[in-house]
């Protein structure tokens, strides 16, 4: 999808730091001196800060969140939001998160075959995805777009439009839906990436910290196949999955996905910047995004859809490896009777079909399907729970975090200053050693802004999408 953040405070002459990089860029101090601070971008061996779990032994505890990485979750309803949703009403196509939609929720197996094509039917016995519900890139607002022209209601022949789906993730009020922003606690760190497992530890959205809590066993068994247990249902309850036996220890109740206290429709995004190292590995580890379960999923990176596990399917797997940039799509399911087998790509084939080559070239490091070395990226994953039946999640990634650069204006007695205002220009450097000078080249900075209420801005890009790069500033300015 944190640390070591090993903080680091320059002086205020910024522009002395700089001669030791060579790049001829000064900061115009408007208010006074500052501390500027550097934090690395070692996504290693230490995670990063979150919320601290309840003391309770059943509990995974001292779970720390990644910082370059930032996961909602999503509540949908077709009724009411308390009412079971087991059994759909006779006229779920028109109420609740489906009314005047086209992508739906529902028991998707009971009302349109597989073979009716719709993409809001299950897929069938082979688990094979459906490829493109979503366009390969993103709409302006940032979410994904329904294509045009897929099946999405048999009776009356109805096909889709391009229809956005930011009504499922953004903040607007819409009927059926409840979002909760930035949860913490879904992933632990282990081995080198952050990763999160259902088949090993069940996952409750605990509302009154808007965090995850973690649970040290599964819950709930599939509907389906051999009935494992380990299902992802974070709208549950303690009580409605596990119980005390004799001894008074926490064990998982016998109740598998089709039990009507469990909440079928729901959704979670996770978006997160990262760089890409120059080695393609992070911490001794290839760096890696990967994902199992279903239904939908959808990844892009930079607005372009690279992994597509669109449907109501059964367990899917996706493996974005950065350091070959090879994208691999595989059936997860144990033991199917039959399997659709599985899809491979590779990053650069992703961005040319969305993007057209010579646009796609200028990601990519020549002759390889890895992006460019340094180069900065944003990760958008997009998962829906629509199926109404077995939910599976697992998660593992290891992604770079952005080194990001900080002012901070404190006053005379330490205390922090609101609203001081600092702006970057380019310069020109001459002469060397102790002799070297920089002159500011145009009167127009190249990057401003000012403190908040805590007395710190991160210096960003104009649009405020990545940290500042000052050796890019440096190529462009010259």
């Avoid at 900080?406 to 609101?418: E, W």
């Amino acid at each position: 999808m944190c640390k070591r953040t090993t903080n680091r405070t320059r002086s205020a002459r910024f522009a002395t730091s700089q001669r030791r990089a060579r790049r001829p860029l000064i900061i115009a101090l408007l208010m006074g001196a500052l501390a500027l601070t550097s934090v690395p971008a070692a996504f290693a061996a230490t995670q990063g800060p979150g919320g601290q779990a309840p003391a309770d032994e059943n509990l995974v505890t001292g779970i720390k969140s990644p910082k370059n990485a930032t996961i909602d979750l999503f509540d949908y309803w077709i009724v009411a939001e308390d009412t079971p949703d087991n059994n759909d009403p006779s006229n779920w196509r028109d109420v609740g998160i489906n009314q005047g939609h086209e992508l739906r929720f529902s028991d998707a197996g009971r009302y349109e075959r597989p073979t009716s094509n719709s993409i809001n039917a299950w897929t069938g016995t082979s688990g094979k995805p459906y490829f493109g519900i979503v366009q390969p890139t993103l709409g302006p607002d940032g979410y994904p777009v329904l294509k045009a022209g897929n099946i999405y209601q048999v009776q009356g022949g109805l096909t889709t439009s391009a229809q956005s789906l930011a009504y499922l993730f953004n903040d607007a009020s819409v009927l059926g839906k409840r979002t909760h922003r930035d949860v913490k606690g879904l992933v632990q760190y282990i081995n080198g990436y952050y990763t999160y497992d259902c088949t090993k530890n069940f996952a409750i959205y605990n509302a009154e910290q808007n965090k995850f809590d973690l649970y040290k066993q599964p819950g709930v068994k599939a509907n389906t196949g051999s009935k494992t247990l380990g299902q992802f249902f974070p709208f549950a309850s303690e009580n409605e999955v596990f119980e005390r036996d004799a001894s008074g220890a926490l064990v998982p109740k016998d109740i598998d996905a089709k039990n009507p206290l469990m909440n079928h429709y729901f959704g979670l995004d996770l978006t997160a910047d990262f760089t890409q190292p120059a080695s393609g590995m992070v911490a001794g580890k290839d760096m890696k995004f990967e994902f199992s379960g279903d239904d939908d999923v959808w990844v892009f990176i930079d607005g372009v859809l690279v992994g597509d596990l669109g449907g109501v399917h059964g367990a899917a797997s996706l493996s974005i490896n950065f350091k070959t940039g090879e994208v691999k799509l595989g059936d997860a399911r144990k033991n199917p009777n039959t399997t659709w087998g599985g899809k491979e790509t590779t990053l650069r084939a992703c961005f040319e079909e969305a993007l057209g080559k010579e646009k796609a070239a200028a990601y990519f490091k020549e002759d390889t399907n890895a992006f460019l070395p340094g180069s900065y990226h944003t990760l958008k994953f997009f998962y829906l729970e629509r199926g109404n039946t077995d939910s599976n999640m697992k998660l593992m990634f290891n992604l770079q975090r952005v080194t990001q650069s900080t002012i901070r204006k404190d006053d005379q007695y330490g205390a922090p200053v609101s609203g001081a205002q600092f702006a970057l220009y380019a310069a020109e450097r001459t002469g060397e050693g102790e002799s070297v000078q920089y002159t500011q080249k145009e009167d127009r900075p190249i990057w401003q802004g000012a403190t908040n209420a805590a007395g710190n801005i991160n210096i960003m890009t104009p649009d405020g999408k990545r940290p500042y790069d000052f050796a890019e500033a440096h190529n462009k300015n010259g």
